[in-house]
């Protein structure tokens, strides 16, 4: 694969002032990427929930729901 120099060339783009920069209303020249600018993506997190913090949720969850349920049958008696 070849990498094409990202940098326009100065004497052949339209619209550079000497030293580089741009007059006024004129469009800059566009960016071009470069592949692999970015640093290298080595920590990849899991998605979702961990089993034991989803365990104790749904343990709460669950005695919560059976107080209230407890807590009807006594009304009721």
Request: proline fraction near 16%; hydrophobic fraction near 45%; glycine fraction near 12%.
């Amino acid at each position: 694969m070849s990498h094409v120099n990202p940098d326009p060339e100065p004497e052949r783009t339209t619209g550079l002032e000497p030293g580089g920069g741009v007059p006024p209303g004129e469009t800059p020249p566009a960016e071009s990427s470069m592949p692999g600018a970015g640093p290298l993506g080595t920590h990849n997190p899991t998605k979702g929930w961990a089993k034991a913090p989803l365990t104790l949720i749904l343990l709460l969850v669950a005695l919560v729901a059976a107080f209230f349920l407890v807590y009807a049958l006594v009304l009721i008696l």
